[in-house]
């Protein structure tokens, strides 16, 4: 396929025999499946560590859009919801340039290693797998085969490019127990040291859970407490000054109730050390007022977004080029992928006689 972008030197046309990339970084993998716009907590919880590994790994990122029709989504919503998570993340300073960053349905060498995982993973083990329990009771009419072999398609994603860390929360390590059972059985059944086992990974220590603006609990799509990326300045005060709060301290140096330590846990990540430094000294002597916090919380939440928001606008009007991205992304992701694949299909048996 001819774009317009040279083909970046590809780490993956290195030392073949090992799959090992150029100067031995290690490969990473991570897909984020495509339900909406991002929000504060996807990115000071995720995102940012993407961004900062990009640097020391090989790393491959993609948008899980396959997964996303477990749910039936509409024709004219799939694409456009890929491509909304691309022009994001992309905003967010994820670099086609250091990470292949692809749609998962345009690398269909996936799909062949997903039958082969299939082939050797079990009923009863899928149906025990709690997120498919769950869903199930959500969605009884509609329990299909894709929602039970959601961990095999999530192992085929990391496998297919032999990753051995994988960026996830917490709510993917059943899955990702399942990724490795499944390497581990591929390697038994053919006597082989073929996959390695891949781990869930978090930069030590940077996993801060990011509160909604609700007064408990984390932020999160479902919970409507979210600020997103996109939101305009207006909408951000308008979020930040509903924010619940209490009365008000009542003696010095008391600890801080879970609403109020919210706050100043958007305080840390979006303001200065000196901002938090003012607002702590003001709780410690009771003179604390939450509309001066909250004022400038909102400020310095609208400053660290705005940069971010003008460049997603830019990328989401831009869809050449998000397309020519997406396709060089995808014929680099290829080249890892059929390798993989090739090697597979001759461990099966699948060569000539
Ligand atoms: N299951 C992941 C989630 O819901 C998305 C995902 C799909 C993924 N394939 C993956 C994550 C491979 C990491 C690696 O968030």
């Given at each position: 396929m001819q774009t317009e972008i040279q083909p970046i030197q590809n780490i993956n046309n290195a030392n073949h025999s090992q799959n090992i990339p150029l100067d031995n970084m290690e490969t990473v993998v991570s897909g984020i499946r495509p339900t909406g716009n991002l929000h504060l907590g996807n990115y000071f919880g995720a995102v940012t560590n993407f961004v900062k590994m990009q640097d020391d790994y090989n790393c491959l990122f993609f948008i899980a859009d396959w997964h996303s029709l477990t749910t039936h989504p509409k024709p004219e919503d799939i694409r456009k919801s890929a491509y909304t998570i691309l022009a994001e993340y992309l905003a967010c300073g994820l670099d086609p340039e250091k990470s292949t960053i692809y749609?998962?349905?345009?690398?269909?060498e996936v799909l062949e290693l997903y039958l082969y995982l299939n082939m050797n993973a079990y009923l009863g083990e899928l149906e025990r797998v709690t997120s498919f329990k769950e869903k199930a009771r959500k969605q009884p009419d509609n329990v299909n085969a894709g929602l039970l072999t959601y961990p095999t398609l999530m192992a085929a994603d990391i496998l297919?490019?032999?990753?051995?860390k994988v960026p996830v929360g917490k709510d993917q390590e059943q899955n990702m127990e399942m990724a490795r059972k499944f390497a581990r059985r591929f390697n038994n059944i053919y006597g082989v040291e073929y996959f390695p086992e891949p781990q869930s990974y978090s930069l030590a220590g940077k996993g801060i859970k990011i509160p909604g603006l609700?007064?408990?609990?984390k932020m999160g799509k479902s919970e409507g407490n979210c600020i997103y990326l996109i939101d305009d300045a207006a909408t951000i005060r308008k979020k930040v000054m509903k924010a619940v709060t209490d009365?008000?301290?009542?003696?010095?140096n008391s600890q801080k109730p879970e609403v109020i330590q919210n706050l100043f846990t958007l305080l840390e990540v979006a303001s200065t050390p000196d901002t938090y430094k003012y607002f702590d000294e003001k709780w410690n002597d009771c003179s604390i007022r939450y509309g001066d916090l909250k004022k400038q919380l909102a400020e310095d939440i609208v400053n660290k977004i705005a940069p971010i928001r003008e460049k997603i606008v830019e990328y989401s009007s831009n869809t050449a080029l998000l397309k020519r991205i997406a396709e060089e992304g995808a014929e680099k992701a290829r080249i890892s992928a059929a390798k993989t694949l090739s090697e597979v299909q001759k461990i099966i048996g699948f060569t000539n006689i």
């Open positions: 749609i998962q349905s345009d690398v269909k297919i490019h032999k990753a051995i609700d007064g408990s609990g009365s008000g301290p009542t003696e010095p």
